[in-house]
């Protein structure tokens, strides 16, 4: 039997040497960006080369390697041949992948590496003997998918893959990300046990696999987004724009980098926001979905009033606004069926409040309320969440407090931390006025328990 016990770099590590795995870490920081890449190095990246459980590095890391060391190649810095890695010969004629359409792959992390961690975890879990087992969520009485336990993919195992896609949909519009994410982690991780392992008869067979496979790690990925995981959220988004690339697959891109906006712009990470949101928009202009442009714009609009860009945002917004009224068509993607009116105000409302005109978002965050499909319980309560604060920063405090109440009904039903941050930030700019306001005050009471409790 083959030992698969690591072997350690050593020639990487005399390239380190004196710095410290950190400060080496900061000088490939600084190279990737000089040749506009971004990767998320960090001392413990650096560790895990040297110790050699990174045998090979990704095609970013590599072109960075190779920028820092001019004249080496990967055999100089101690790596093994990348078809070796990855556990199965080159195809003859066969290219790398090309390099990202933007410098930025997903806000703060770097996608290629956080993919190849995610498919080891993948590729160790089974084949699809695991699969057979695993596509299903369990939740709410759902029942799991039964495939069978044979390497030849074929219509159930997709099949089987795109319906787990549409049940985490399902009841995350329902009930929210907390309660979802860990169950559904585990048919994604027999997803691309099956894209791993599984050959298909047909070409037509593979690309839905990868599709749904990378539809299924967006979707777990706003799982996580929705429930706080912030760096689970990024790997899931990289996964699936890795995924997207991979198989030449536009629309998958646009989607993983419509959300790898939305996470950044949530994180702080607004710059990043608006590359992601401008990426995805390239990949989706020859997909003929005007809604989906409309969705994009949208993005770019809330990074760029995170950037406090008013005209920016001013101009994206008309852009969504432009594209929006151009009505659905057939090139939709089914994952945007959430993307109604409702939505749109709502995103609009984020973005005044983003720049601080409370009145103007409060306005529209309204009028997402009175949109909304009581169906999407979760963005029901999203939309109002949103509101209360919009209108407690307008100093519209009892309208606030009453609409507040409404957001508290609903948290028996629905389990999103991203609705409790937002009504306790509403929380936080009340409390000092609940002298005079009985509304308020019995907001603030009611509202309580939920804070002991982490809401």
């Not at 040497?17 to 890449?37: C, D, M």
């Not at 390697?65 to 199965?88: I, K, Q, Y």
């Not at 990868?210 to 706003?222: F, K, N, R, T």
């Not at 509403?426 to 409790?453: K, Q, Y």
Request: charged share 25%; proline share 4%; glycine share 10%.
């Amino acid at each position: 039997m083959v030992s698969t016990r690591a072997v350690p770099n050593l020639a990487f590590r005399r390239l380190r040497g004196q710095r410290s795995a950190g400060e080496f870490a900061a000088a490939v920081r600084r190279s990737a960006r000089e040749i506009g890449e971004q990767v998320a190095c960090d001392a413990r990246y650096i560790g895990r080369v040297e110790s050699g459980e990174i045998r090979c590095p990704n095609y970013a890391y590599e072109r960075v390697f190779l920028h820092m060391f001019p004249g080496a190649t990967l055999a100089d810095l101690g790596f093994s041949p990348r078809e070796t890695v990855r556990g199965r010969a080159a195809r003859p004629g066969a290219a790398a992948p090309p390099p990202p359409t933007s410098p930025l792959l997903v806000p703060g992390g770097d996608t290629d590496e956080e993919s190849d961690v995610l498919r080891r975890v993948f590729m160790t879990s089974g084949t699809t003997a695991v699969a057979a087992t695993s596509l299903g969520l369990g939740i709410g009485g759902t029942s799991a998918v039964s495939l069978p336990a044979q390497r030849r993919v074929g219509e159930a195992e997709v099949s089987a893959v795109e319906k787990a896609v549409r049940q985490i949909r399902l009841l995350d519009d329902r009930h929210g990300g907390d309660g979802l994410y860990r169950r559904a982690s585990r048919p994604l991780r027999a997803a691309y046990a099956l894209l791993d392992s599984g050959t298909a008869a047909r070409r037509s067979t593979t690309d839905r696999l990868h599709s749904g496979a990378g539809e299924l790690a967006i979707s777990v990925g706003w799982l996580a987004h929705d429930s706080g995981r912030f760096e689970d959220a990024r790997s899931h988004y990289a996964e699936a724009l890795a995924t997207a690339r991979v198989a030449g697959d536009a629309a998958l891109e646009a989607h993983a980098f419509c959300n790898a906006s939305f996470l950044a712009r949530d994180t702080g990470r607004a710059r990043e926001s608006v590359r992601a949101a401008e990426a995805g928009q390239r990949a989706a202009k020859p997909l003929g979905s005007s809604r989906l442009l409309a969705l994009l714009a949208l993005r770019e609009a809330g990074g760029r009033a995170g950037l406090g860009d008013r005209t920016g945002c001013e101009r994206a917004l008309g852009r969504a606004h432009t594209a929006f009224g151009r009505g659905p068509s057939g090139a939709d993607p089914e994952w945007m069926t959430f993307f109604r009116e409702a939505e749109l105000e709502m995103l609009e409302a984020q973005c005044w409040s983003a720049l601080g005109d409370w009145s103007r978002a409060a306005r529209h965050a309204r009028r997402a309320t009175r949109l909304q499909d009581p169906h999407f319980t979760r963005n029901l309560a999203l939309y109002r969440a949103e509101l209360t604060t919009d209108l407690a920063r307008a100093g519209l405090v009892e309208e606030a407090a009453e609409t507040g109440h409404q957001v508290l009904d609903l948290l028996d039903q629905v389990h999103s931390s991203r609705i409790r941050t937002m009504l306790a930030d509403a929380v936080t700019v009340l409390t000092p006025r609940a002298g005079g306001t009985p509304e308020v005050r019995s907001f603030l009471d009611r509202h309580a328990p939920f804070s002991l409790s982490g809401v």
